[in-house]
C-alpha cells in the first residue's frame, strides 16, 4: 500500500523537561534542586507535533507520539494526546539510564522500527533541540541509525506528494534558506516559531484522560543489545558538574540620584568613553 | 589544590570512569577542524576553531588539521591557502561538484571517510546549523562522542579533551570527556572563541581526498539558496555594538527605544528569551544560551535582570552597560557599567547624547 492510499504516518519525538524557568540550584551542593519543578513538554518539541497535525489535517492518515524517560513521562504523552495526536509509545527501562545523544537516537531509533512493523512511517519529527540537553544531536542520530534523509532546521514544508513520496521544504542555513527537495521516510527537526500551536477539542482531552499509553520495556522495544544504552552505551562521559564561577568585581555604579534622564545619558557616554577611547574614535570615523 | 577538599566520586560512578582506550582507537593522532564554507565564504566560527585547535594541538605536540569539502574553484583554492594562516599544518581536502552546496549525505560520507583514513583523536565543528547537522551525523556514522556547544576546550592530565558546556539552562556548567572512543568530537557556537590573528606568511601542506559519489547516490535535492544578504537579516553575532532589551522595556512599543540606539551608533539590537516568547522579536533575535551568543565590544543591556541563560551569551562582550530599575538586579554581577534608572527613559537620553557627542564638530579629546 502507498502511503497515498492510508495517509501519513507521522512520529513526534518528544521529551518531559523540567521547565527551566524554575529551576533552582541549591547554594551548597551545586545540584539542580528538581523537586517541585513543573514539568513540561520541551517547547521545541512542540512545533514538531504542530506540524505532523497539519499533515494529518491535510493527507489524512496517524500522528503516533514517542517519548523515551521514566514513568511519569507518561505525562507528557497524555499531554500530546489531548493537543491531537492519535497514539502514544512511551519506552522507559533502567537500563536508558544516563544516556547520552548516542545512546538515546540507538533506543529511540530501535522503538522506531517496531512502531514501523505495525504502520510504515514516513516521516519522523522532532524538536529543533531541547531546553535542557541543548545537543540538537538526537534527531541527525536517529536519521543516521534508520537511514531517513535528514532533514534539519526545517523552517516549512513547502509541498508534500505522497504518491510520489516526495517532500520539498524550506532548511534554516546560517546564510539564508535552502530549498530542499527530498523523499519520505525522512526525518525533519522542526524550527521554532514556525507554527502555531492548536488547542486540543474537547473530545481530544477526554479521549487523552483515558487513552492507553503504550509502554514497552529495552526488550520489549526491541533491544537485544543491552551494551548499547544507557551509561554503557554512551561514549561521553560527564566528569564534572559545577556552578559558573562568580566574577570578583561588581559593576561600577553610575551615579543617578538627582539626575535627569538626559545628565544620566551625558554620565553614561562620558564613563564609557573614558573605559573605550578607541571606541569613541572609531565611532567619530563612522559619523563623519 | 582547590578541589583537594572535594568528595572524591564514588567508584562505581560514571565520573571515577577510566580512560580504557582500545586498541583501534591508539593510532588516533592530531586534531582536526571542519572548516564550514557555504558558497565560498568562511564562516568565521571555522577561523576561532582553528585558532582553538592551535593551542590544543600545542599541548598534545601533534598537528593542526584543517578540513576543507566543496566544489574545484578559485574560491576553494584561496580558503585552503587561509587556513595556514589561522594555524593549520595541513588541509584535507575533497573537491566535488557534488559539494557546491551543503547537502548532509555527501558531507558526512566526505568527513567520515577522511576519519577513517586518517584518524584524528580530537574533531571540532562549529555550532551552526550545518555544523549540528553534519556532526550528529558524523559522530551517529563513527558511532563516537559528541559535546554539543562546548564553551571551553582543554587537554585533560590523560592527554584526553576536556569539553566544558552551560548545562540546565545554563544554571550548571559541565565538563565532558569522551573516554573510549576517537575521534572526540565538539561542536563551539560562534564567538565563544576569540578570533586568532592570521599569520599570513604561513604555509602548510595538502592532502587530497576524493569523493567517491555520483549525484545519483544523494537522495536530497537543493532547488534554490535563498541569501539572506537579500533580506534584513541580523548579524548579531559579528556587530561590534550591540543594544538589547528585556522585560524591563514594559511593552513591545519600547523595543523601537533599543532600535533606535542601536541604529544611531551603527550596531545590531536584539532581545533576551521572553520577548521572543511573547512575539515581540523574532527568535534570530535572541541573545544568550538558546540564541546567540555575541562578543561586541559595547553591549549595552536595558531593563535586563541577566538570567544565567543571557549572562553566557554576553560575556564575551568587552564592555557591558547595564540599566535596570532593580539595584539588585544579576545584570549587575556581570557589567562593568551600571545604572540604576528606568531603561524606557534613559533610552532616548541616551541616543540623543550620542548623536550630539558623535556629530559635534568639536573634536574629542
Redo the contacts between chains.
Sequence with gaps: MTCAARGIHSVVCIKQVPDSAQIRVHPVTNTIMRQGVPTIINPYDLFALEEALRLRDDYGGTVTVLSMGPPIAEEALRRALGIGADAAVLITDRRFAGSDTLATSFALSKALAKIAEDRPIDIVFTGKQTIDGDTAQVGPGIARRMGLNQLTYVAAIDALDPAKGEITVRRRSEGGVQVLRSKLPCLITMLEETNTLRRGSIQDMLRAARAEIVTWSAEEAGIVDPMQCGLRGSPTVVKRVFAPQPRADRAEMVAVEGKSPSEIGEAILDLVFAEAPKLEADLATRFK | MANASKTPPPANS??A?QMRLAEKYKDYRHVWVFI?M??G?V?PVSWELLGEGRKLANDLGVELGAVVLGPRCEATKAVIGETYHYGADVCYICEDPLLT?????PY?RALTDLVNKYQPEILLLGA???G??L???V???L???????ATELKIAEDKSL?ATR????????????????RPQMATVRPRVMAMPEPDRTRHGRMVWHSLRMVEADI???????????QSDKANLAYADIVVAGGLGLQSAANLALVQRLAAA??GEWGVTRPL?QKGWA??ERQIG??GNTIRP??YIAAGISGA??H??GVEGA?????INTDPEAK???????????DAV??L???????AR???SPEP?I
Excluded at chain 2, 552551560?166 to 572512543?181: A, K, V
Excluded at chain 2, 537522495?219 to 544578504?229: G, I, P, Q, W
Design positions: 560514571r565520573a570512569m564550514e557555504e558558497r565564504r564562516h552546496d551543503y547537502r548532509n549525505e558526512t551552526t546549523p550545518l549540528r547537522d556532526a550528529g551525523a559522530a551517529t556514522t558511532q563516537t562522542g559528541l559535546t554539543a556547544d576536556a552551560p548545562t540546565f539552562g545554563g544554571t550548571l556548567l559541565c565538563t565532558i570527556h569522551t573516554l573510549n572512543h537522495v536530497t535535492k537543493v532547488l534554490e539558496f535563498v541569501s539572506d544578504r551608533l551603527g521572543v523574532p527568535p544560551q538558546t565590544r559595547l544565567i541563560q549572562r553566557v568587552d564592555l557591558i552597560v547595564a545584570i549587575f554581577d556581570f557589567a562593568h557599567l551600571g545604572v540604576v534608572a527613559k534613559v532616548p537620553a541616551l541616543t540623543e547624547a550620542f557627542r558623535l556629530t574629542a
